[in-house]
């Protein structure tokens, strides 16, 4: 019996969500197709060059196949290149994790149209799509797809308005797409990580935040990833159409 594969996107940070989600499936024996997108991450000064490829080496030592494949996924046809190229160097996924995002501060001094239209590129129109492909070339009998969302609907995200705009298109896309899709045997969801140290947390962001967590401590990587790799898992096969907040009770 061959191994489920997954697409995971956004993989190019060593302490990124992606990374972490990808190590949590690569530990229950998922191969990986791994997306990354270098300009966008030397733009935030939060990952090296070699970075995406450490990543992919770490991972191959778990004993799985491993696809690294840089994409700007801004582009129009990225999401159907994305899934023709895992077909054709690994075979057809059975899980999609979309993890990449645009994530830059705006407000009333910086929101703009261009800015704007940057967030919907990536959070929302490649997201979308990259589902639709998915789900139009699926042929197997459990599929998984999820989102990775925001909090935007718990609570007000100051300066952040492209992100949580289109953060919150998304939920609604999977709500709909889950019940279009269940025929299929896929499963669709979204989940919010909640505030996550990624690496953009300033000491002061870190001091800020930390009271708001009950738990007494930040939210990590690893903690998302662990339930995503629940979700993937045929514990969840009666799971779909929801948002699903892991964010350690954090208080608004």
């Known amino acids: 019996m061959s191994r489920p594969l997954a697409v995971v996107t956004g993989v190019g940070r ?4 992606g990374a972490a989600i990808s190590h949590a499936l690569a530990d229950v024996g998922v191969d990986l197709f791994l997306t990354y997108w270098s300009p966008y991450d030397r733009e935030l000064g939060l990952a090296t060059a070699d970075e995406p490829r450490e990543i992919a ?3 191959r030592a778990k004993g799985v196949r491993v696809t690294l494949w840089e994409c700007d996924l801004s582009q129009p046809d ?3 290149k994305c899934m023709d190229t895992v077909e054709t160097e690994m075979g057809k996924p059975t899980i999609l994790v979309n993890n990449a995002c645009v994530s830059l501060r705006d407000g009333l001094d910086h929101y703009s149209g261009e ?3 940057r967030h919907y590129a990536v959070n929302l129109r490649a997201t979308s799509l990259l589902c639709v492909e998915f789900a139009r070339r699926f042929t197997g009998e459990r599929g998984r797809l999820i989102n990775i969302t925001t909090g935007q609907a718990l609570g007000p995200m100051p300066g952040e308005w492209a992100y949580a705009a289109t953060k919150a298109a998304i939920e609604a896309f999977t709500r ?8 299929k045997g896929i499963t669709v969801n979204a ?12 000491d002061d962001i870190k001091q800020a935040l930390l009271p708001r967590f009950p738990m007494g401590r930040i939210g990590q990587p ?6 995503i790799r629940f979700l993937v898992s045929s514990d969840a096969d009666w799971i779909t159409g ?9 208080i608004r």
């Open 57 to 59: 080496q770490e991972l």
């Open 222 to 227: 690893e903690d998302v990833a662990r339930f």
């Open 14 to 17: 060593k302490q990124g969500i």
């Open 242 to 250: 929801q948002v699903l907040h892991s964010e350690g009770g954090f």
């Open 176 to 183: 709909s797409f889950a019940v279009e899709v269940a025929h």
């Open 78 to 80: 990225a999401p159907q």
């Open 191 to 202: 989940v919010n990580p909640g505030p996550t140290d990624t690496g953009w947390m300033t």
């Open 115 to 117: 800015l704007l239209d």
